[in-house]
């Protein structure tokens, strides 16, 4: 069964420092999203990409966060600088198509902690 | 504001027992709502999706039903195993907008033996 793949799953940094985090959404998933899950709370939107666009970035900290779709495929989240508060699950998700009723499917997540 | 409310926070039963999860939603407009279950350190699986039409849905163990009049759903899980330890998340999507989730706190499940 085809997943979401993330990396890594796992990242320690400190603050101040870069970090990266990668998503392969499942094939021919044209819409990818990006979702910062703090501990004990439920997933939060921070970008939507339809193929290569953004179409939601309304709640991404632009000041330090970004976020690539470049060829419409593979994703990439930056942090920089990464701050205390950062610490979270980073999750990627995507879908055939951003109608509604179409199903979400989730990557694993990559767990960030900022020392 | 969109909102979506889930109890209890946290559950502990016996394996083999039944429970019931509940979610309250202030969405507008309602698309459709959503149960997920996210182990430990994944991401969140879907289980159900049930639109204004449907009030109940089954996967297995798991039962959702959904009450549109007064925006309430509720999980129903029967004859629990250790495997459904779990967050449950209750997910509303808002109608009209590009599949917008807007996701609930989660109730944590434990099933001990």
């Known amino acids: 069964e085809a997943e979401v793949a993330q990396s890594p799953r796992y990242k320690i940094t400190e603050k101040s420092q870069a970090v990266a985090f990668w998503c392969d959404p499942i094939s021919g998933h044209a819409t990818l999203y990006w979702y910062r899950q703090i501990l004990g709370q439920g997933p939060e939107l921070l970008v939507q990409f339809q193929d290569e666009s953004v179409v939601d970035d309304s709640q991404l900290p632009k000041d330090r966060f970004s976020a690539e779709r470049l060829k419409g495929v593979d994703s990439t989240l930056k942090i920089q600088p990464a701050e205390l508060g950062d610490s979270a699950m980073y999750l990627c998700a995507s879908s055939l198509g951003d109608r509604e009723k179409v199903a979400q499917y989730f990557g694993p997540g990559t767990r960030l902690l900022v020392l | 504001k969109n909102q979506v409310e889930q109890s209890p926070q946290s559950l502990i039963i016996l394996e083999g027992k039944n429970c019931t999860l509940q979610c309250n939603y202030t969405v507008s407009p309602f698309s459709n709502l959503r149960w997920y279950k996210q182990d430990t350190g994944r991401g969140p699986v879907s289980l159900t999706i049930?639109?204004?039409?449907?009030n109940t849905k089954s996967n297995g163990r798991y039962t959702a039903t959904l009450d549109a009049d007064t925006k309430q759903s509720s999980l129903h899980i029967t004859a629990s195993q250790l495997s459904d330890s779990a967050s449950y998340i209750c997910v509303v999507s808002v109608g009209g907008a590009t599949n917008k989730l807007i996701f609930g706190t989660g109730t944590l499940l434990a099933v001990q033996p």
């Open positions: 049930m639109t204004f039409s449907e």
